[in-house]
């Protein structure tokens, strides 16, 4: 069964920051990630580790200064095994203009 998307997946690379706590975490962490894809929901991030799922993120975008609250929708070992892969949903509404999207 093929899965419904909310809306249409753009490939974009944006480097960004996300601030959280990690796997067995005391206290926030900042660290550098990356955009695979983006849509008006959320996105999909290469980072350098894992977030548990449903845990509260704020990524900073660069590109346009905005600050947004994300939720961990699913965290996986990137193919290659050396990086994460991160689902995150925007928790205000649509996303289209924190990633500068059309």
């Known amino acids: 069964m093929?899965?419904?998307r909310r809306s249409k997946r753009i490939a974009q690379m944006i480097t960004i920051q996300v601030i959280g706590m990690q796997q067995g975490g005391s206290s926030a962490v900042g660290q550098t990630a990356e955009t695979?894809?983006?849509n008006?929901?959320?996105a999909l991030l290469k980072t350098r580790s894992k977030f548990d799922p449903g845990v509260e993120v704020m990524i900073h975008n660069p590109k346009n200064l905005e600050n947004g609250l994300f939720n961990i929708v699913w965290s996986k070992p990137s193919p290659a095994g050396t990086a994460w892969n991160v689902a995150v949903e925007y928790?205000?509404?649509d996303a289209t203009?924190?990633?500068g999207i059309q």
Do not use: Q, R, S, T
């Open 97 to 99: 203009a924190f990633w």
């Open 2 to 4: 093929e899965e419904k």
């Open 40 to 42: 008006n929901n959320g």
């Open 91 to 93: 928790m205000d509404g």
């Open 36 to 38: 695979i894809e983006v």
